[in-house]
């Protein structure tokens, strides 16, 4: 339950095709080999460009003052549309493409190689569990048989006190360390938030499939009767008639809209005091007084004195208020369909047909990722850290990490400098400020030390029993930390293992990861030019340290807890600045009539702005210093390079489907929006390309935003 701030901007796909095929997006993973990372950036994937930055992507015809986005990639744009296959189309999409092709090339080997590796090393484990995965006959032929012993258990439940008892069985069996709340509810272990040495008890209500404005708004109706097919479908095909399917699908759809009427809104979210709330057991226990926590908690070995966290603790009380008022039968369905969808992803490939036709009515349609595609996507949330092993050492460059963390080094000096000069911010907070960017840890390629999976029994027969062994291998292991010093595990979150392409700020620890699959075009080119690479990977670095002084990241400490630092002076000088990005967003429109939410994206909007300033003033210091690379490259300075960077880097086409859900519930905005918006805050910018008051690339200077 960590408060990751991601850079990658398709995280929200997860709830659609790859959430129901128990996908982990490596949403933008990519790979390349020492062996051929010397032509990477030439490489040519779905279009007839390159990979990264190329001046033939540019549109020489559109005047850069008018139109900057079609000007910097006016003749990309051109050259793609979005397919069933590829909803959205952009360099970070086509990269994932490419990836998906290296980690099945991996996972080919691993399987013809592991019954030669020792038992568990990264080579067996990987290898078995692909060819277990990969046996379709097998997992077809066993169908919904791997749940029948789950399934006794909850028919078997008949009071509140075996249903607690189940529950808690459950989740020890069908682990619950990657999805915490796959059953009525979950416990993780984490780090405290308002003290982040001591690993505490976080436990919230189930997360539910639709979005909240799908479950409620009168709009949507239509996507409500896809879901209710999609829960009969699947119900259907784990042995339930037609009768009983769609009676229970009416019941879980009630159930869930009620939870859902209660949960933080997208925007609420983002105000972290009134998300997570620390409280003692014995409040807890009143909270969710239909059920049996003390038992719950001491078959999980948890303790039941001290304090608890609570996540979302509306949507807690609403759940035991449907404990009370439901028949056992309809918790039971309800824990039934909890229990399916979670396990159905590797199980019989006969649920992707419902899941399609979810994913058609939500979105639109998609091509079925072939049988590889969906193993290999879910192995990286199974054993993320031996197969990772397997690609960093098959595919990374230390080069590549060298000069990331030079300029790393570069970009954070540029923004000490500009806090310790801050002219709005009082001598208190200023000092919290710097003392939080001194002890930003940031992490580059992959960790120091590999989690060890050798003791999972993974077998090349047994797909779902793989599965479950990982999962309770994992969940034992997070239970065993509660109460203890926190350690971090480097590189091991689904949006930061080393084969994924993206970079997050996480504020509980006030520490940054950039994994080894994003140090590549089109976020960095190890042979690139430097302006090209000050205003990609640069901008993305410059990007993540903003989040940690953000509209959320501002209320963690440099200790990570959550912990107000700022004079009230201070706050509302940053929220009037801020106020201006909200403005800003809200006014552009993604689709005619749909226009963006600017509270929801604000804290992506800020850390834009910061990412392109921080890395432009960093690029002209290191031109400063080395003044050979301050020379014209195909007509274009440095400056202008590193713009047409930035704009080239976010260029893309999305399925309307899709930008309508992302409008609503998620906070990176699309790349349109995110081309230009930040630019318009940079006064190089401007300079750059001799914009002027008049023309449409031109922001007041008055709606500017001068924060860090």
Known sequence: ?????????????????????????????????????????????????????????????VDPK?????????????????????????????????VSKQLQQILSQAATQSTKASKGSPLQQVGDLYVSGMDEKRVKALGVLPLKPIFERIDAINSPQTLTKTLADLSLILGISDNPDILMFGVQIGADIQDRTINTVYIGDRTLLLSQVEYLNPDAAPIRAAYLKFVTANLEIAGSSPAQATAAAKKILEIETRLAKKK??????????????????????????????????????????????????????????????????????????????????????????????????????????????????????????????????EYFSPESKQRVESMIGRIKSVFRARLAANSWLSDTTRKSALEKLDRMVIKVAYPE??????????????????????????????????????????????????????????????????????????????????????????AVIGHEITHGFDSEGRLSDAQGNLRNWWTEEDAAKFVAQTDKLV???????????????????????????????????????????????????????????CFIAWGQLWASKTNEGSLRQNAATEEHPPGPYRVLAPLQHEDGFYKAFDIKPGDPMWLDEKDRVKIW
């Open 264 to 393: 933080l809104t997208p925007v609420e979210k983002k105000d972290l005091n009134r998300r997570f709330n620390k409280m003692p057991f014995a409040k807890f226990q009143s909270l969710l007084s239909n059920f049996d926590l003390k038992t719950y908690f001491e078959k999980l070995g948890l303790p039941t004195e001290g304090n608890v966290i609570v996540v979302e603790s509306q949507a807690l009380a609403e759940l035991n208020q449907i404990l009370q008022e439901y028949p056992i039968e309809d918790i039971k369905t309800y824990l039934r369909w909890a229990v399916l969808f979670n396990a159905k992803p590797y199980l019989t490939p006969a649920f992707n047909d419902p899941a399609l036709a979810l994913f058609e009515a939500r979105v639109g349609k998609i091509k079925l990722p072939s049988r590889a595609d969906i193993i290999s996507g879910q192995i990286p949330k199974l054993l993320g850290h031996p197969l990772s092993q397997l690609y960093v050492k």
């Open 66 to 98: 008018q139109d900057f986005y079609r000007f910097a990639a006016g003749k990309w744009l051109d050259s793609v549309e979005p397919t069933p296959e590829f909803l959205r189309v952009s360099g970070a999409d086509f990269l994932d493409k490419e």
């Open 583 to 641: 403005k800003q967003a809200d006014a552009f429109e993604v689709l005619p009539g749909l226009k963006l939410n600017g509270k929801l994206s604000v804290g992506e909007n800020l850390a834009d702005v910061g990412g392109v300033s921080l890395a432009y003033e960093a690029l002209q210091g290191y031109l400063k210093e080395n003044p050979q690379a301050n020379q014209k490259i195909n007509g274009y300075t440095p400056q202008q390079r």
């Open 449 to 538: 030390k590999w989690i060890d999976y050798s003791g999972i029994d993974i077998r090349p027969d047994d797909y779902f029993g793989n599965v479950t062994r990982i999962k309770q291998f994992l969940t034992r292991r997070n239970l065993a930390l509660v109460g203890k010093p926190v350690t971090r595990d480097e590189f091991n979150s689904k949006g930061t293992l080393p084969i994924v392409i993206n970079a997050a700020y996480d504020a509980s620890n006030n520490g940054i990861e950039i994994p080894a699959a994003f140090l590549q075009p089109p976020y960095f080119d190890p042979k690139g030019d430097a302006a090209v690479n000050f205003c990609t990977i640069g």
């Open 1 to 61: 339950m960590k408060n990751n701030k991601q850079f990658r901007v398709s995280w929200w796909l997860t709830s659609s095709i790859l959430l129901v095929l128990g996908i982990c997006t490596t949403s933008n993973t990519t790979a390349f080999g020492n062996h051929s990372h010397s032509n990477k950036a030439e490489q040519v994937s779905q279009t007839k460009f390159p990979l990264g930055f190329s001046v033939n992507k540019i549109d020489t015809t």
